[in-house]
């Protein structure tokens, strides 16, 4: 029983430091409606910036003292990122901001590689803590203690500030209506920068916190934002108590999980998550969204429109120019276009889902990689030929997204977001640990293309044919009846549902077409690399396709082509170059701020001041 | 929808100019070197390092066949399709004779296969994988550093002479390596000392270490000994937890890697003293030709030495030796002449394997100590690779045929 109690006390203490930063991020989400990926890069710049503190101010008092100092460092490089970076964006469509603190992410990497080198950095232990302490016979870090003490107090730190005091009934005002606060006269730009240095102090106090069990490394920012999104969203977005609670239950599960299931490590987050989704759409403490309460403060999107004539002929154009590629002679270019084509091809089945349907998911991987291994299997286990396996594998991706697609359309907004990514990691971790069949981490060699498309430029015409066939029929799926009706559910669900339309159907059958599409994309990336491995379905996959899209602009079927194109150019380019990241990232966000419609909306923009000018003339 | 078009094309014309083909100078002879620089650079950049310092030593000793020879070095961003289309530029348009690199398993593991469907040269200079020389070995790829299996029975062949443990727990992180190195730990021991179980094997998922969680569930399987692999920031946090709860009392504990620089280093005086550990202890070699190393490292960085260094430095090496033996830059010339090569390194002599391409570039196994607030390998001694492979005609069942 002792042995019980200590493994609970050991899984509150981790608890205790996801929740510190788990709770910045939910209450920036819950205020600004900005899902911020960079929260993960404000965390590791706590401990970084505590552990520099640390060696000037030694003992104890420089001990707590370096704590809050990495907290308020961090807390003002959150107001700096709010005020420069997303201040500009808020009007952008839903979720668009997701690009910019991407863009944040890189340039917070390389910063770090530049100031604090590459090794990692070992935390001292804390002074006055730093032994165990016996608790019915068992040994229990007194550190542990503190944390749990730690959380506990910020807990009612942020219970106090929210319910008790002026600032926080503002701010939960907003939290509800952002517009009625700001007629009521509230000055709400101060309010956002101000909840923004609260969240990213809580996430400098996180960083700064875990330092004494471990280290400041550059692999801290990525490794902790998937545990944080899943506290955040089992809590429900925006819910503090939810994200403590979610903490502790999620962390007591995982020490439990550890010795009972030690295989378990990977999933079992993501699988607690699923569970408390699939049964309470909006996490354990999270209220439901309303209606057409999202993040877009723009104008509405403009509705999708055919090509015009000229139009149909630049495309005919850049198609007739892409068939020249392999004739330069060059192997490189035909293997570098082929994989621009093959992103193009990903990038616009999620725009399918996300821009045409109004859904985002955080998820798409799942099917761009679960394209890849299901032609990969067949061709392994079956001796199937490339031929057939290309058609298989948008069968097999689509297979799998009538699966997760039935449990996800249910939800919506962040939560569907949300649940797609916990599918994927789960589908991820049974390809990864799978070891007998899928090979594993060590993946799956050898599957080449057929002997007469072994050429590179041979090949790349295959690609072409496919690529460029989907891209089309994406397209055209847009403008057919099905894709109007898509669209409505995106406009609004209730007058869709008002005149007699299946929503959820609708949804549903549009998720598994995406699946499918993003399938074949992963079916010829497989036989233009010869193998493929579990990244391919990894988080960072379905972010490189979800950053592409909004970057080249949600609202334009040309978006996510143009999106693809220029973020896989600009990292080739960019990558011989030492410190690319810095520069991507700022490349990045420079686009983020300029072009908030994305790369396609800014031609918009430049054609309607085109198109103004002379009318403006016209009439005097 | 014009305009966007229209951009999208110039877009197009000017890339076919930015990538267009490179005129290919042909006084020197290049080499492609593909490294995950930005994902794990604590390991990746002492890499470069070395193969640098290679490179300047080789060329101002008057080249390879009359050449001068240069790297061409790319950033692979941890994405194995990323290291296989760059890996085809550096071929078509760079016009490397060969490539070299990598440290993650995935990503060699790639390279392997693009190497024997395309028929180009590729020396694996870090990753571990058995796999890489084994089951998914091919003609037109070698590699360098001793695999997860050699170092594995090299741990276990100093375990099972220090101690009679019979109980052993093991850790390692959740992936092909962690399992490979579980994997021949476990058939090496039990070969030795066919007495010994495992009573629990934990799995931290790779830099996700719950490390107060797993310190306890090894604890309650009371093991008499600890066989740890993982490394990086879970070590950091393993090695404290242990520490704190008393788990490496009295235990015998083994590291795999751990003793290597970049991953003992960190740690200063929390280094775990007492564990057994493979690693590189580059300030008490005494050989002469590791110390003009360590000197020439010293010089040109004001930095000293990781395994990740000498690894880069050999892997140089051996590609001059492999270019001076074939005498040529033909690709089927140099497989040959890397079958069975001979290269004269800081580390002594290293042989290429004929019949799976693995080098005996071996490893030094040691005990940690704490001196000074930093972690340091004592007692140890150098292990030649070549005694810690499997027969050869369990290598040769490994393999695929021809």
Not at chain 1, 214 to 219: D, E, I, K, Q, V
Not at chain 2, 323 to 333: F, N, V, Y
Request: net charge neutral.
């Amino acid at each position: 029983m002792a042995f019980y109690f200590a493994q609970l006390l050991t899984g509150m203490a981790n608890a205790s430091a996801l929740f510190l930063v788990a709770s910045g991020l939910s209450i920036i989400f819950g205020v600004t409606r900005v899902v911020n990926f960079s929260h993960g890069s404000l965390y590791m710049l706590g401990a970084y910036i505590a552990y520099s503190s640390m060696t000037v101010l030694p003992g104890i008092i420089g001990f707590w003292a370096s704590i809050l100092v990495a907290g308020l460092a961090v807390g003002l490089i959150g107001m700096i990122i709010e005020v420069c970076v997303l201040k500009p964006i808020y009007k952008a469509p839903e979720l668009f901001q997701l690009v910019a603190t991407f863009g944040v992410i890189l340039v917070i990497q390389d910063m770090a590689l530049l100031i604090w080198g590459p090794e990692d950095l070992f935390g001292q232990r804390a002074p006055g803590f730093e032994g165990v302490v016996e608790i019915f016979g068992e040994r229990v870090p007194s550190y542990d203690l503190v944390l749990i003490v730690l959380a506990v107090v910020v807990l009612i730190g942020l219970w106090y500030l929210f319910t008790k005091t002026r600032v926080g009934i503002l701010v939960r005002a907003a939290t509800q209506d952002r517009e009625m606060v700001s007629a009521l006269g509230v000055n709400q730009s101060v309010l956002f920068s101000g909840v923004f240095f609260l969240g990213a102090f809580l996430a400098g106090i996180g960083g700064a916190a875990q330092l004494p069990k471990g280290s400041a490394n550059l692999l801290m920012d990525f490794g902790i934002l998937a545990p944080i999104f899943v506290v955040v969203v089992t809590g429900g977005m925006g819910s503090i108590w939810g994200a403590f609670v979610a903490a502790m239950l999620i962390s007591v599960l995982q020490v439990y999980g550890i010795r009972f299931l030690p295989n378990s490590t990977l999933v079992l987050m993501f699988i607690v998550m699923a569970v408390v989704l699939v049964i309470r759409p909006w996490g354990l403490f999270g209220k439901p969204e309303a209606a057409g309460d999202h993040g877009s403060q723009g104008p509405p999107p403009k509705p999708f429109r055919q090509l015009d004539p000229s139009g149909r002929i630049i495309v005919a154009v850049i198609i007739a120019a892409l068939t020249l590629v392999p004739l330069s002679g060059v192997n490189f270019l035909s293997v570098l276009f082929a994989d621009i084509i093959i992103f193009c091809l990903f990038a616009a089945s999620l725009h399918y889902i996300l821009g045409v349907g109004g859904l985002v998911s955080f998820g798409h991987a799942a099917f761009y990689g679960g394209g890849a291994y299901v032609a990969a299997l067949f061709v392994q286990y079956a001796g199937t030929p490339m031929e057939l396996a290309l058609m298989l594998a948008p069968l097999g991706a689509g297979f799998a997204a009538l699966i997760i697609g039935w449990f996800c359309v249910r939800l919506t907004g962040v939560y569907f977001a949300m649940l797609t990514l916990a599918c994927a990691q789960v589908l991820w971790s049974i390809v990864f640990q799978w070891d007998e069949v899928t090979g594993g981490d060590d993946g799956m060699l050898s599957i080449w293309p057929s002997a007469w498309a072994s050429e590179p430029g041979v090949y790349y015409y295959l690609v072409l044919v496919l690529g460029v066939g989907g891209v089309l029929v994406l397209r055209a799926m847009a403008h057919t009846p099905f894709g109007y009706a898509l669209r409505g559910t995106r406009d609004s669900a209730l007058r869709t549902e008002a005149i007699g339309m299946n929503v959820k159907l609708i949804q549903w059958m549009a998720f598994v077409f995406a699946g499918a599409m993003a399938g074949l994309a992963g079916g010829l990336f497989v036989f233009a690399k010869g193998s493929v491995f579990p990244t391919e379905m990894e988080i960072a996959t379905s972010f490189d396709a979800l950053i592409m899209v909004f970057l080249g602009g949600v609202q334009s079927l040309t978006g996510p082509i143009a999106g693809a194109s220029v973020f896989t150019l600009l990292q080739d380019w960019l990558s011989r170059f030492e410190y690319w990241r810095l520069l991507l990232g700022l490349l990045i966000i420079f686009i983020a701020i300029l072009l908030p419609g994305g790369l396609a909306g800014a031609v918009d923009q430049v054609k309607a001041l085109l198109g103004r000018a002379p009318k403006d003339e016209a009439a005097p | 929808m014009r305009l966007s078009k229209f951009l999208t094309g110039g877009l197009v014309a000017a890339v076919s100019a930015v990538w267009g083909v490179n005129a290919m100078a042909a006084d020197t002879i290049k080499i492609g070197d593909i490294n995950s620089y930005k994902r794990l650079p604590a390991h990746t950049i002492p890499y470069k390092k070395g193969t640098e310092l290679a490179i300047d030593m080789i060329n101002n000793a008057g080249g390879v066949l009359g050449k001068k020879l240069e790297i061409v070095s790319r950033d692979d961003q941890g994405k194995p399709g990323e290291a296989v289309k760059i890996a085809e530029e550096l071929f078509t348009r760079d016009g490397v004779v060969m490539i070299s690199g990598s440290l993650f398993s995935h990503i060699g593991l790639a390279l392997t296969s693009y190497a024997g469907q395309k028929k180009r040269l590729y020396l694996a200079a870090e990753p571990l994988a058995d796999a890489l020389v084994w089951a998914k070995g091919n003609r037109y790829t070698f590699r360098l550093r001793p695999s997860t299996y050699m170092q594995a029975a090299m741990l276990a062949e100093a375990a099972a002479k220090v101690s009679t443990a019979k109980k052993w727990a093991t850790i390692a992180p959740n992936y092909a390596y962690g399992k490979d190195a579980v994997g021949a730990f476990k058939k090496v021991l039990k070969a030795i000392r066919p007495d010994v179980e495992f009573v629990t094997e934990q799995w931290p998922g790779l830099f996700k270490i719950d490390a107060g969680a797993e310190v306890q569930a090894i604890e309650a399987a009371k093991p008499d000994a600890i066989y740890n692999v993982t490394f990086g920031g879970d070590l950091a946090k393993f090695v404290r937890e242990g520490d704190l709860r008393g788990l490496f009392k009295g235990r015998l504990t083994l590291g795999l890697l751990t003793g290597e620089p970049e991953y003992l280093d960190p740690l200063k005086g929390d280094a775990p003293a007492g564990w057994i550990v493979t690693g590189y202890p580059w300030y008490a070699i005494k050989d002469a030709a590791h110390q003009k190393f360590v000197d020439a490292y010293q010089k040109k960085f004001s930095d000293y030495p990781r395994i990740g260094s000498i690894v880069g430095y050999n892997t140089m090496l051996s590609v001059a030796a492999a270019l001076k033996k074939a005498g040529s830059t033909d690709t089927e010339k140099l497989v040959d002449a890397f079958e069975g090569l001979d290269v004269d390194t800081p580390m002594g002599k290293v042989h290429y394997r004929k019949i799976d391409h693995q080098s005996t570039m071996g490893a030094w196994v040691g005990k940690i100590a704490v001196k000074d607030g930093k972690g340091m390998m004592v007692d140890w001694a150098f292990k030649d690779g070549a005694k810690y492979l499997p027969s050869d005609a369990e290598v040769m069942k490994m393999r695929p045929a021809k």
